[in-house]
């Protein structure tokens, strides 16, 4: 088997229709083990994601656990965001700085609010070097795949959630929930990239990286 007729035989198993219950669904028994990097090993995986991402039209920017709060208000405020939508799960001290100033709104991630917020910030289920692509399963603090619609997404990636290839980061997805990726405003299509629900991919994307 080819490595692409890998990842497409994953991609198909990740798409799989499972049972609506609440069930929790272990995946873990059937992840291909991947092997630990050594710090350094990750430090250059890590620069090099986000080379690319910004060479595809993100903004990157590199913080600390403690520094993401700052990250994402000093994001918001420099492009004038009025309102955002704040995904189920996401850590509510990651906006409370910024929602305290007049005029500031946050939405609830919900299928009945109408209107369209001008941001969204969501975390992530995991970043991929090749192609430079960040991937949701719509987990805890990442959201619905409709309501990456606002033109600014500024996302939360791990250092340890970035992986060198879509394969990795495949074996680490809920199946059960719809998979969205996208990549940087200004990437150009990848023919390689197997047809999966996917965002559009907003105007002004924002990688907070947190090392």
């Known amino acids: 088997m080819t490595g692409r007729e890998e990842m497409l035989r994953r991609v198909r198993d990740a798409l799989k229709a499972l049972p609506d219950d609440e069930r929790t ?3 873990g028994r059937h992840r291909r083990p991947n092997p630990e990097l050594d710090p350094q090993a990750r430090a250059e995986l890590v620069d090099m994601f986000a080379e690319r991402v910004k060479n595809d039209g993100a903004q990157v920017v590199r913080v600390s656990e403690d520094g993401i709060a700052e990250a994402v208000t000093e994001a918001l405020t420099t492009q004038d965001i009025g309102s955002v939508v704040a995904p189920e799960g996401l850590p ?14 946050v939405v609830a991630d919900h299928p009945l609010v109408g209107d369209t917020p001008d941001a969204v910030v969501t975390g992530c289920a995991g970043a991929v070097v090749e192609p430079a692509t960040v991937v949701l399963d719509g987990g805890p603090g990442q959201g619905r795949a409709s309501m990456l619609a606002p033109g600014c997404h500024i996302c939360v990636v791990r250092a340890a959630q ?3 290839a879509l394969p990795d980061v495949l074996d680490k997805l809920d199946s059960r ?6 990549r940087g405003p200004s990437a150009a299509p990848d023919d390689e990239l197997v047809p999966v ?15």
């Open 25 to 27: 669904v272990t995946l």
């Open 162 to 164: 970035v992986e060198p």
């Open 92 to 105: 509510l001290d990651w906006l409370t700085a910024w929602a305290e100033a007049d005029g500031h709104r």
């Open 197 to 211: 629900p996917t965002g559009q991919g907003p105007r002004h994307l924002v990688i907070v990286i947190v090392e």
């Open 177 to 182: 929930r719809p998979i969205t990726w996208f």
